[in-house]
């Protein structure tokens, strides 16, 4: 097989990012454009980003999630913490998250460390799950070799009979991450392949060291 993509061109022209415009905090840059991209550009899910961890075989692995929080401490999402991902971060907690809108030509990239947010908050967010998504986080052992598809929607049947009418609590083994950062580039399209890139590094005195990158 061979396809040959050598003449895929884009021109980036939508917006441009320079130092003197930014704030000195990350946190209110990242919310000003994941706003923007939310208000103006109509992406599918503003919020999917990639994770990046170090999986226990040794090979980086990327997946799709979805930020269901972030605030000044970081960034917030939920998983079963039996899956790959939990137990790569278990065994790594530096994760990379990334984001990338391609409407708004802009991407911006996130590293830091991973931490299991306290149990209450977990509860607190599982309970406003709507039902069926409680019983798929409690029917799937994430990541776990399973013979067919039936074998999971059989489990999923057995499941909503034995709580129907009932009450669902968050199972142990599943909960939320909150990504520290201590470092956040953000990265703008711009014409002939010169595009914006501002950095923003965590200094050992909480404050943000502030570079612009070479494209």
């Known amino acids: 097989m061979e396809n040959d993509l050598s003449n895929y061109r884009k021109s980036y022209d939508k917006g441009a990012l320079l130092l003197k415009h930014v704030p000195e905090n990350p946190l209110e840059l990242f919310q000003k454009w994941f706003y923007e991209v939310d208000t103006h550009f109509l992406e599918d899910e503003t919020n999917a980003m990639t994770i990046a961890t170090q999986g226990l075989d040794g090979y980086p692995k990327n997946r799709v999630v979805l930020l269901k929080k972030f605030t000044y401490e970081g960034f917030i999402f939920y998983t079963n913490y039996n899956s790959e991902k939990g137990k790569a971060i278990a065994e790594n907690p530096n994760v990379c998250l990334s984001f990338f809108w391609h409407g708004a030509e802009r991407q911006i990239i996130i590293k830091g460390k991973a931490e299991k947010i306290a149990p209450n908050l977990s509860d607190g967010y599982f309970e406003s799950r709507p039902k069926g998504s409680q019983l798929g986080a409690i029917v799937s052992n994430q990541s776990e070799v399973i013979p067919n598809r039936t074998f999971i929607e059989e489990k999923l049947s057995a499941l909503e009979e034995t709580y129907e009418g ?26 002939n392949r010169l595009h914006d890139r501002i950095r923003y590094k965590l200094q050992e005195d909480y404050t943000w060291q502030i570079d612009r990158l070479s494209p």
């Open 166 to 191: 009932k009450a669902i609590e968050r199972p142990e083994y599943w909960g939320g991450y909150i990504v520290k950062p201590v470092e956040i580039e953000f990265w703008q399209g711009r014409p």
